[in-house]
């Protein structure tokens, strides 16, 4: 989308040309995914409709520099400042626009930002601000050339010169086109709410020396020789490095190849979830979802509130009435159900336990498969430390009044439990072993289960190993990610941009709403 609005804005192409050569393969990359050939000419032709009116757009960044004379503790003798986003200026000077665009609608929440009590305490916002206010035009050194500092911009107007008297900052929706203004302030304003949020944020940001794995660690450079990536051959028994690195999980491995007794498998899908293309018709939030992050949100907050602390039944919220938990708000006609899974809780909390001093709920597991060159993240549902070892336990709610016992064939049916086996016995999790084991607890509305597996076994290992082979290897050996119709495409959430058809195909340009799948 970036390339294509670059040929539009700064070279005068039509749409369509600048799409057409957008999306077609170069030395560096193939022809873009017809999903994602759909998706960039919807966002395009929306973004289009929200750009500031009466503004230029500038085809440069403004960095805000810092050149020292000598190094300093951090060993660096320069800074640069930069901002994401599209930077537009009046014909004057005087107004400095940035253009974020946001692959969701601006009255929607934004899920993936910490929240704060007051928008203005937002250190990344008043950071933008300060480069957009004082920001000088500089080229940026292409993502293959990172190393090299920017370099200054002399052959452009004095309106993109000129320091402004006036900054904004705007969102805007590449769902519908409409603008959400989150800051328009004078360089005063600006300067004050730099030095009290941006500032000590950023110091801290840029003096940080610790290492966090994650979902970044796939396009990282430094990720082969990262101190904190715990290395791993053979995880997806998969023996082939030939493959560009990216990142799998189980909920990957499902969405490409179905889940057993549920709906089929697509690899187009799994391809436009990863690139993280919008639900626009919030088809993957249907309301036992809701009901289902409520209830771990809730039982969650009810642990870090009150560590240590065994929960109870009582604690479980009234049912009799729609209730929330963080973001998550269960409508009254799934309000008692969720109250009944929490309560069900009680009988297996952690806490329970005289041997457990901690439990942590939501933390990302990655661990780099040297053998596949595959990221593979896990993101636990909660893993608690009983004596010196981590227990690894999945939560799942069944809104069966008696659900069925799990099978023998558990490791297939649930193959997060899969991973938890590989994982809980490596240096990922645990360096003592001695009280290592993985745990389902299943919540209904009648009561909770908890099914409990030995990591150690000879046999949950091998079986453990095959369920997430099975799982992996035709997704790691599939470069094409076709589509796959079939009666799973009317509730899949990706069907609203999936084409089967070559990105060549221009159906979905300039519609007035989003096309349908």
Partial sequence: MGAALDLIEYQGFQPEEALSQALAPTHERPAAHPGLATWTRFAVDRYLQGRPPGLLPVRCSWVVVTALEGADARGAKRYEQCVWGRPYVSMDGRVRELCVPIARSVDSEDCTRPVVADPEERADLAAAAHVVSLGEPYRLPT??????????????????????????????????????????????????????????ELTRTVGGSGFLPGFDCEDCKYAPGCPALNRIGGILGVEDRTKPRRTWSVTNGRSYLGRTGHDEGCPAREHLRRLRLPDPEGRALTPHVVRGHAVHEWIQRHHETHPGTACRAENAPDGRSPWSAGRWTVPEEQAELGARMIAAHARHCPYKLST???????????VHDTSADILVLAKTDMIYRDGPSWVY???????????????????????????????STSPVLN????????????????????VIIDPLTPENRAAARRAIHELAAAWHADADAPARPGRHCLSCDMAVWCRPAPPTDTAATHTSSAPKG
Avoid: N
């Fill in 143 to 200: 993502p293959r050339r990172w190393s090299h500092g920017a370099e200054p911009v002399h052959d452009i107007g004095e309106a993109a010169r000129r320091l402004p008297d006036e900054v904004r900052i705007t969102e805007v929706s590449c769902l519908d086109g409409k603008r959400h203004e989150l800051l328009r302030e004078s360089p005063e304003d600006i300067a004050r709410r730099y030095a009290k949020y941006g500032a000590p």
């Fill in 356 to 366: 457990v001093h901690e439990v942590v709920h939501e933390r990302t597991l990655v």
């Fill in 431 to 450: 360096d003592d072993t001695s009280a290592a084991r993985v745990e389902l607890e299943v919540l209904g509305p009648a009561g909770a289960r908890l």
């Fill in 393 to 423: 336990r999945e939560t799942k709610t069944d809104a069966r009044r008696d659900p069925p016992l799990e099978s023998t064939d558990i490791f297939r049916v649930r193959p997060q439990l899969a991973l938890a086996v590989l994982l």
